[in-house]
């Protein structure tokens, strides 16, 4: 009976691990020798027609909140901010592929009978893959900038960038909003982080689509 409940157990462990969704994000970043994150900073869109957008009013915040929490002071107008942080993000036209999933089961054991006697005994079942099942999918790569640039340099029109930041994930959602919580988080992990180094982590997901 032991046997039995543990075999149960294992099932019904994969079946809640299968359940439990993650992103996974890779973040790289570079930065100058003398970089320091501190400073008064603004943030605008690296396009400027995506500064009216209600999408990007939506997010912006979200970086002020961010970088205001690693170092440096927000404000609004750009001829008051040492630097400027231009922020970009998107997502591709998505590729399609074909994916197997293993069909978990009984292998073996239980109740066998033998015809010949009428008689019948009971074995431990056993538990493994009894088949695969294949479906297409899309997959869509989702990805955000952040390059932080000397306002004065700006002015200047020779754009100086101080940091770069770079974070992607690649999934089933088709809208970048599906993981942008995500992405920015990763995005700011341990920030600023080592320059010329990519890190990948695997956040826990509680949306709708990945």
């Known amino acids: 009976m032991k046997a039995l409940n543990l075999s149960v157990c294992c099932l019904l462990l994969l079946v809640l691990l299968s359940a439990c969704a993650h992103v996974n994000v890779t973040t790289s970043r570079f930065y100058v020798p003398d970089y320091k994150n501190a400073g008064t900073i603004t943030v605008i869109a690296s396009v400027a027609e995506v500064n009216e957008s209600l999408e990007f009013m939506h997010y ?27 922020i970009a993000y998107g997502i591709d036209q998505g590729q399609s592929g074909v994916v197997s999933t293993p069909i978990f089961g009984q292998t073996g054991g239980g109740t066998t009978t033998f015809s010949s006697y009428g008689a019948s005994f009971y074995t431990m079942p056993t538990y493994g893959i009894v088949g695969s099942s294949t479906q297409s999918i899309t ?11 000397e306002t004065a340099s700006i002015k200047e029109g020779k754009p100086k960038k101080v940091y770069e930041l770079r974070t992607k994930s690649v ?14 988080e990763a995005m700011f992990m341990d920030f600023p982080g080592i320059s010329g180094k990519a890190k990948s982590v695997r956040l826990q997901y509680n949306g709708d689509c990945r």
């Open 60 to 86: 912006k915040p979200q970086f002020e909140s961010k970088l205001a929490a690693n170092g440096y002071t927000i404000v609004s107008n750009p001829s008051d901010a040492k630097y400027v942080a231009l």
């Open 139 to 149: 997959r869509y790569s989702r990805a955000i900038a952040l390059d932080i640039v």
């Open 171 to 184: 999934g089933a959602g088709s809208a970048i909003s599906c993981v942008f919580n995500e992405l920015l």
